[in-house]
């Protein structure tokens, strides 16, 4: 009957069917529980490790971050990445004259 409404070979109606039983998620999924992009580099225990740095010392620099990171969790990042990281966490970026920047919670 599919096949025959939608105008295609009973073959391909029984591999589209195998298919979708066979992914948990189907052909139907919506975009948003797709995974995009790349995989983030810092996990949720290096972010958490950034957060308390932040918050016993908030003008640290963000490349003092960055060598606490790789010192002390073993963990090569980005200064972008850092900064991201804590921007989903809902800190902001403050501005310093004397060196690069710091962080602060808005």
């Avoid at 195998?18 to 995974?35: C, F, M, N, W």
């Avoid at 958490?48 to 090569?76: A, I, S």
Wanted: glycine share 4%; hydrophobic share 40%.
């Amino acid at each position: 009957e599919i096949a025959r409404d939608l105008q295609i070979s009973l073959s391909s109606v029984e591999k589209i069917l195998a298919r979708y039983q066979k992914d948990s998620q189907g052909i139907h999924a919506p975009p948003t529980l797709r995974v995009r992009g790349r995989l983030r580099i810092l996990q949720v225990a290096d972010v958490d490790f950034l957060v308390g740095l932040v918050q016993r010392t908030p003008d640290m620099y963000l490349h003092k971050m960055q060598e606490e990171l790789q010192e002390l969790c073993g963990v090569e990042a980005l200064l972008l990445s850092i900064w991201r990281a804590l921007q989903r966490r809902g800190f902001t970026r403050k501005r310093v004259r004397s060196e690069s920047s710091s962080i602060s919670l808005s």
